[in-house]
């Protein structure tokens, strides 16, 4: 499929469908999806992170990209991906103009969908799997997935989220 023609919003809600609609059984099939998965979710929180007028955006792009690199790395030693995946995600025409709030958090809460989708599809596939190379990037995908969930629902450790209002027993310690 041509991705050049989609916005980020199709492309998102098109890769989400193909996740659930891989069958666990076929753990190649849900690798390669994952991995296409997980190059939508950079380049849409890349897209936001340079484009979104929100100015939580940078910093959430900042935490999703290590995430996303250990995803990648984790998939790419599995037995069942072809070493010559795309890695690069091109976006509609028009993605240069900045994205106002509503179609921002809608992206955002699409990425999160996507991650959901990531921790269903992956878990399946690691039941699966032939393998103990495509069980283990199953199960680190999944971990990965729900990092990067982590990442865009700003759940992080205080000494990385700035906007954190709420701390939790044994956060401070008074000496």
């Keep these: 499929m041509d991705h050049q023609q989609q916005s980020v919003s199709d492309l998102l809600r098109e890769t989400t469908g193909r996740l659930r609609a891989a069958d666990a059984a076929d753990t190649a099939a849900v690798l390669r999806a994952a991995w296409h998965g997980f190059c939508v979710a950079g380049a849409a929180g890349q897209l936001l ?18 995430v996303l690199e250990a995803a990648a790395g984790a998939l790419r030693a599995s037995s069942s991906l072809p070493d010559d995946l795309p890695a690069e995600v091109h976006l509609a025409a028009g993605q240069d103009d900045r994205i106002d709030d509503a179609p921002a958090a809608q992206i955002r809460q699409q990425i999160l969908d996507l991650v959901l989708a990531l921790n269903a599809a992956l878990p399946e596939a690691a039941a699966h799997a032939g393998n103990e190379a495509d069980r283990q990037a199953c199960r680190d995908g999944t971990v990965l997935s729900s990092k990067l969930g ?14 954190r209002t709420q701390f939790g027993p044994g956060s401070f310690r008074i000496a």
């Design 49 to 66: 992170a340079s484009r979104a007028d929100l100015e939580e955006s940078p910093p959430l792009w900042e935490n999703a990209r290590p």
């Design 150 to 163: 982590d990442s865009y629902e700003g759940r992080l450790r205080s000494f990385v989220n700035p906007w």
